[in-house]
């Protein structure tokens, strides 16, 4: 039988490197990994990190983005896409432009704008180059409470502020919103993450709250898992399903590594438990 080319789902992240591997593009690969997709990727910047925060990072140039993209379009049949941490409004515009020129599939989009050790991955330009010129092209966005505040522009403190918040964002031009509820302090037991999509029904998901610090690198995971399950025609409702799920068992099968905001477990989901969904 003559192989067919190209037959296995192939996703793409855009986003920064962790060298302490928790985070940015090394999660995305590892979640892509997990869930049964071929997973490439376009490095955007470059960080010196580990579990204690980010000591240093370097901008890649624009033409090594966009031969990265062309050499990808030019050999893959990418199915879905998302972006990460892309550190100034250059870099977001770099990496629009190639989005609009390439088909790369659905796309998904982590505002990444501040590390769990507190460092600023966002500049404050770049949030609105974001809005203008990212969240049009986007099929579903993944903002956490406090990166959805810096895009509404406003505080968000209850379950109807996050609801309208989501509506604010949806309005920007993307199609479904996910609002990250960990960080509210309301609910001590449960972490609940809001949902809202293109054909304005809406969904609430929680799991209970874990007690630990080892949690650098959820809002990669969540964003690449929702890419991966895109990528083999899963209906976003199901998707962010099996998303929500998958981060949750990367959280609670702790792995001890590292001495500062530990990283998640990417193989806690394992075979059995995907052979469920």
């Known amino acids: 039988m003559t192989e067919q080319i190209n037959s296995f789902p192939q996703v793409l992240t855009l986003a920064g490197t962790d060298s302490g ?45 966009d031969a990265q993209c062309a050499s990808l379009a030019d050999d893959f049949d990418i199915k879905a896409c998302k972006t990460g941490m892309l550190g100034d409004a250059k870099h977001v515009h770099y990496v629009a432009q190639n989005l609009q020129e390439y088909d790369f599939g659905p796309l998904v989009v982590d505002p990444v704008m501040v590390a769990k050790g507190g460092a600023t ?51 920007l031009g993307v199609k479904n919103v996910i609002i990250k509820g960990g960080h509210m302090a309301a609910n001590k037991q449960e972490s609940a993450d809001y949902f809202l999509f293109a054909d304005q029904t809406d969904l609430w998901l929680s799991a209970p709250r874990i007690n630990t610090n080892r949690t650098h690198g959820t809002g990669d995971t969540l964003s690449s898992c929702l890419a991966a399950e895109l990528a ?34 990417h193989w806690a989901y394992g075979e059995e438990k995907n052979a469920k969904i």
Request: proline residues 3%; glycine residues 8%.
């Open 121 to 171: 991955l966002l500049t404050d330009d770049a949030i609105q180059t974001v809005i203008d010129e990212l969240l049009p092209l986007a099929t579903v966005v993944t903002p956490n409470l406090v990166e959805a505040k810096r895009i509404v522009g406003h505080e968000i403190k209850t379950a109807d502020e996050v609801k309208a918040a989501a509506q604010e964002i949806q309005q």
């Open 21 to 65: 591997g928790g985070a940015g593009i090394m999660a995305d690969l590892k979640t892509m990994q997990a869930r049964h997709v071929f997973g490439t990727a376009v490095v955007v910047a470059v960080t010196a990190q580990n579990t204690l925060g980010v000591q240093d990072s370097l901008m890649i140039p624009q033409e090594m983005i």
């Open 232 to 265: 083999k025609g899963i209906d976003i409702k199901q998707a962010v399903r099996t998303a929500k799920a998958y981060v949750q068992a990367t959280i609670e099968s702790t792995i001890q590594v590292g001495h500062g905001h530990g990283p998640l477990n």
